[in-house]
């Protein structure tokens, strides 16, 4: 299933905006999970189980421990710890699906025509594009090097934790202004960033796929503040 | 007389910050439809004269430039790029760092959408090239999957689209096996075919012969010598070897055998050359693949009969103290097997046994040491010495002075690892690995986009390294690197040892 991703920047939005607001009773509680389930039922949609099975896990987890065995009074060491990271993730987690969705599925070239139709400035639009395709090469540049420091032995940084942070990030960010560099001349000689206004293959509608989302979560996030601010 | 398209004239140029010129008073002309190849050492002025053309110099790259270059009919010192973009392409080096979209079809029109044709237009072209390059299989697909020789067809197929008079390659080949070489080599011919002016800045030769009308030689910043390309193509190896650069022909090393029809039908004994386990290190039970995701805790575990392996290899010994090719295609699993070997694949249950001690698991990881191919990945500190003494269980600042020196980076000892040249880099990665007292060295792809004289080196190296002892394995893709220094050719074929034998 294609989705505009004008929607999908627009269920990121609204997952943002609901996250911030911290649900009282259990009614807004379901609203929220509800609100979860959808990226995650779109992951399934798009054949991506296995990242849709642990976001699910771990989101799971997170609430059986934040309803079951924790609250807010709970005042052992780790009890205490468990609340705050628990509580973190369950209050997150539903931004974090969101955006793992959009910016698996999203193609840059869809991504860059959508902002053109909203029109964001293209200095905007480019450097978010270059973040997005930035993601995977950070990735592979971030396993090579673990594969480097394990050769060395030094993966712990001979128990230094500022070390084992310093081994990591002076590659990583050596690597990374290269390749930048590289990438911007070649995108630079292919025109980018030219004063003629950028086309697109890509047509964009809105299908009811998108509309169905769009008032979904335009619904739930009215009845979340509704019931939380004013009933 | 034809018309010149491009027009370098007395050009200099300094990269700001640089104390040297990298061109002195420099003029080249171009005619319409020449192909032309320039060629010299690492450093001689290649690849900025490449820069000058597309006019990422002075554009993108700034520095102090003298002269003028006019190319179509435009001044570059005055023309904006983006204007140039529909008339100069340019495929690079890398293809890792040159696309960016991350899905095939958003690549080939990215081009084309940034000079803002109508997007029927942009369909019918790219449509036209991907008939034309016979690359329909490689339409919507991830980048970040493809193989190095499949990234620098999409290059080409980016860089085609837009239909450009000019058309520049900077060391395409550099990450190519012999299979995407030749398919670099139909797409030159193509272009050429269809009347564009070609550059081409390379070291490898061999496939490029037939192709070219002209060929420059860079030394220093100047172009030195000038040949017509038939008179390039008959230069006999003590000519080439004088110049110092790479061979023009190359045997066959890889190429028999390792393919579906082996060309050494006599002496076709896969596994002929393998010594005795008692004076080799053996390696047993190598088996991984890539294509199992693990559920959750599950630990995966291989054997031979899984049907859908990376890397299959039952037993192999590999001769002691010896400098070792592994060769195969581009994604066959040459880097699968390194990547085992020194066991960095902890799925990969393989067994290493040398000198009746056995190594799993962990083990294997003190045993050998690789060096990678971008040997940026493996420099930590701030210093050499202190990356050399990383390396070592016990702090010994005399053992490292000798390890440096004898591999000629003493004089650097105190200098940032990342302020030195790729070679030097290298030596310092081999240095680390030589203060781990690693048995067994991999190197991968030690040579892509190297010059003759910094390959014989890293030739030299890996044999001096093979005669204290040390067991090399170096995957690469470079005849001549093979010719220069392995004794043996160990050959991957999808997975599977394909056969190891004496050079």
Redesign the interface.
Known sequence: MKLDPRTKLYMILIVSAVVLMSATSPFLWGVRILMTLIPVILLIIEKRYTSAFGFTFLYLVALVLTFAFLSEDSNSFFKTFLTGYSGIVVQFLPCLITAWYVVRTTKIGEFMSSMQKMHVPDGITIALAVVMRFFPTIKEEYSSISDAMKMRGISFGGGNAAKMIEYRMIPLLFSCVNIGDELSAAAITRGLGGKVKRTSVEELRLRWADWLLITAFTSAAVIFVVFKYFL | MSENIIDISHVSFKYKGSEEGLLNDTSLTVAKGETLLLTGASGSGKTTLIRLI???IP???QGVLEGEVTVSGRDIGKA???????V???V?Q?P????????T??EI???????????KI??KR?EAIVSQMHIEKLLGRTL?ELSGGEKQSIACA??SA?LPEIILLDEPSSNLDQGAIAKLHDQIALWNMQGKTIVISEHRLWYLKDLVDRVIYMDSGKIAHEWKGAEFAAFDSRKIAELKLRPLTVSDVLSPACGSNCGLKDSCDKIGAMPDEADGIVLKDFFFSYHR?PY?FWKKSFNENDPDLSLCIQRLVLPKGAVIGVTGRNGTGKSTFL?CV?G?EKDCKGIIEDAGRTYKGKER??LS??V?Q?V??????DSVESEVL??MNEEDKGRCNEILDKLGILEFKDKHP?ALSGGQKQRVAIA?AMA?DAKLMLFDEPTSGLDFLHMEKVAELLKSLARTGKTVLVATHDPELIELCCEYILCIENGKLGYIRKV
């Open positions: 597309n006019g990422l554009h993108y790259y904006e790029l983006y204007e140039l973009a529909g100069v392409g340019t690079f890398n890792r760092s040159q696309f960016f979209s991350v899905d079809d958003g029109v990215f081009g084309n959408e940034n000079i803002g044709l109508d997007p942009i369909l790219k970040f980016s860089v837009l995701k959750l990547k020194c960095l990881l003190k040491y690789m990678m971008d940026n990945h493996q420099l930590f500190t990383l390396s990342m680390s781990a």
